[in-house]
């Protein structure tokens, strides 16, 4: 399976610190996608690596990727309250995707 | 534009019941997915379709089926419902498959549909 498993299952912290969650998989991918979903709600697509990507920023978010790890992890900076939620990796190709357990960010105010 | 629409939002069924659920993708989308939450499984994939024609399947009983209209609108159903099949289920569209677009696509997910068996 593709299936990434994200790591720590759950992190909590200050508003205003730093969250890091890191992502692994099995396999060969061509692209790693990270998502964030608050309580029992859709998934917001966060921000895309391709494989010949090491690193990608989007705001206050960082995205690594290691290929030869088979792992990648996501950053984010100055935490705020609103960015409580659940943080999936998800490989795969078109749309058949592969999405680890996920990381249950809590950002207490 | 508006986003990804699904209907119902929650529904409530018992044992040995069938189940359609609907999504309505992007305008201009023509790749709709389904997706099967659980808290034991997490996300898990249940088929993709694209023109009205199902591309990808995931590893899941034959009881879960779908389909796509010409205005790519989808539905999904599920027959003879059991306890496990509670979940939430969630579509998401794409633009992947149309001309010129990268298989590097992201996937607009709608807000879900709660389906509890009882």
């Known amino acids: 399976s593709q299936q990434g498993e994200e790591d720590p299952q759950a992190l909590s912290i200050q508003e205003g610190e730093n969250a890091t969650m890191n992502c692994s998989y099995k396999?060969?991918?061509?692209?790693l996608q990270w998502y964030r979903q608050n309580s029992g709600r859709g998934l917001v697509h966060l921000i895309l690596?391709?494989?010949?990507?090491r690193e990608k920023h989007s705001g206050r978010l960082r995205v690594t990727l290691d290929t030869s790890k088979k792992s990648s992890s996501l950053l984010i900076t100055a935490s705020r309250a609103a960015d409580t939620a659940s943080y999936f990796c998800?490989?795969?190709?078109?749309?058949?995707?592969?999405f680890g357990s996920g990381t249950k960010l809590n950002v207490k105010p | 534009k508006a986003g990804v629409t699904q209907t119902p939002r929650y529904l409530i069924k018992t044992r040995g019941q069938q189940v359609t659920l609907s999504c309505s993708p992007i305008?201009?989308?023509?790749?709709v997915s389904w997706y099967q939450q659980t808290p034991g499984q997490g996300l898990q994939f249940l088929f993709e379709?694209?023109?009205?024609?199902?591309?990808n399947k995931g590893n899941f009983p034959g009881r879960f089926s779908g389909r796509q209209f010409s205005n790519s609108r989808s539905e999904m159903n599920v027959s003879t419902l059991e306890l496990g099949d509670s979940a939430l289920y969630l579509c998401?569209?794409?633009?992947?498959?149309?001309?010129?677009?990268?298989?590097?696509?992201?996937?607009?997910f709608g807000p879900g549909t709660r389906l509890t068996v009882l």
């Open positions: 998401a569209s794409s633009t992947a498959g149309l001309a010129g677009v990268s298989s590097y696509n992201e996937q607009f």
């Open positions: 396999t060969s991918i061509n692209n």
């Open positions: 690596i391709r494989s010949n990507e």
């Open positions: 998800a490989t795969g190709n078109f749309n058949k995707f592969y």
């Open positions: 305008s201009g989308h023509r790749s």
């Open positions: 379709y694209f023109s009205e024609t199902q591309r």
